[in-house]
């Protein structure tokens, strides 16, 4: 594999925010998870109890040892096969932690916090990296190809807890998760002031590609700004389930 096609930097073919190429990542994603859903449809609707039990097993493991997969495949493109960098290369953004997040919600059944956190942070979240992926290189590079196979696995989990597993977050589940949340967002911040790093976005930089933060204000103001309004999302997405979770 040519080293240049390995490289995160220096595209030939640089990704924008609203390109051409942004739009068809988006369609193709678009149609991923259209057909996931047509698929677990299809698998629900077998008759026969143990081959529908059989299908639905195989595509739990698919789900769940693809997050992982796609996990180890960040981790070691950023840590071994580009020149490592401590302010980037280490899996500390909430879509990395999202991926095992998911792994776990898909595998153990029992997991509930698990299938809370992926379930909100998947819509209100991690949803930005689809909106304004922070993405220097096109298709010509493998950054791009990694980039859009770990962050699919996170909305295609979410599906298979919901569609599969019958998850319907309920209030301890939204009061959970910004416990969590508020808890992983104020150790990052705290770790990004120390070594001035960015890490969860909640350091003192911004991203070069345009983003929400970008009119959130100064740092650290917008901290409280991003917590406040990932907790009026969080309550939003909940808000459908409210009734469907209380019955």
Same mark, same amino acid.
């Given at each position: ?20 190429? +942004? /739009?068809?990542? &988006? ?25 529908? +039990?059989?299908?639905? +097993?195989? @595509? ?11 996990? /180890? ?7 071994? /096969?580009?020149?490592?960098? *401590?302010?980037?290369?280490? !899996? ?7 991926? &095992? ?11 509930? =916090? ?8 998947? $819509? $209100? %979240?991690?949803? *930005? ?5 922070? %993405?220097?290189?096109? !298709?010509?590079? /493998?950054?791009? *190809?990694?980039?859009?196979?770990? +962050? ?6 979410? %599906? ?15 009061? #959970? $998760?910004? %416990?969590?949340? =508020? ?6 911040? @705290? ?6 790093? #960015? ?13 929400? =933060? ?6 650290? =103001? ?26």
């Amino acid at each position: 594999m040519p080293i240049s096609f390995l490289a995160a930097t220096s595209s030939d073919l640089p990704f924008r925010t609203g390109s051409a190429t +942004h /739009l068809i990542s &988006l369609a193709v994603c678009a149609v991923i998870v259209f057909a996931f859903v047509r698929l677990i449809r299809n698998w629900r609707a077998i008759p026969d109890s143990e081959k529908r +039990h059989a299908k639905l +097993h195989r @595509l739990r493991l698919f789900i769940g040892c693809g997050c992982l997969a796609a996990w /180890l495949m960040n981790v070691i493109f950023w840590a071994v /096969l580009t020149p490592f960098r *401590w302010d980037q290369s280490l !899996p500390l953004q909430f879509c990395n932690l999202a991926n &095992l997040i998911g792994a776990v919600a898909v595998m153990r059944r029992s997991g509930r =916090l698990f299938k809370s956190v992926l379930y909100f942070w998947a $819509t $209100t %979240l991690c949803i *930005w990296a689809f909106i304004t992926p922070v %993405l220097g290189s096109g !298709p010509d590079r /493998l950054e791009f *190809w990694i980039f859009w196979i770990y +962050h699919i696995f996170i909305p295609l989990a979410v %599906l298979e807890t919901f569609l599969v597993q019958g998850f319907r977050p309920g209030f301890p589940d939204l009061k #959970n $998760t910004v %416990l969590f949340t =508020l808890t992983f967002t104020l150790l990052m911040a @705290l770790i990004d002031r120390i070594f001035g790093w #960015n890490y969860g976005f909640v350091g003192p930089s911004t991203p070069e590609n345009p983003t929400l =933060l970008d009119v959130l204000g100064p740092y650290p =103001l917008r901290l409280l700004w991003m917590i406040l309004i990932a907790s009026g999302l969080f309550l939003l997405v909940w808000l459908p389930w409210r009734k469907v979770a209380q019955a």
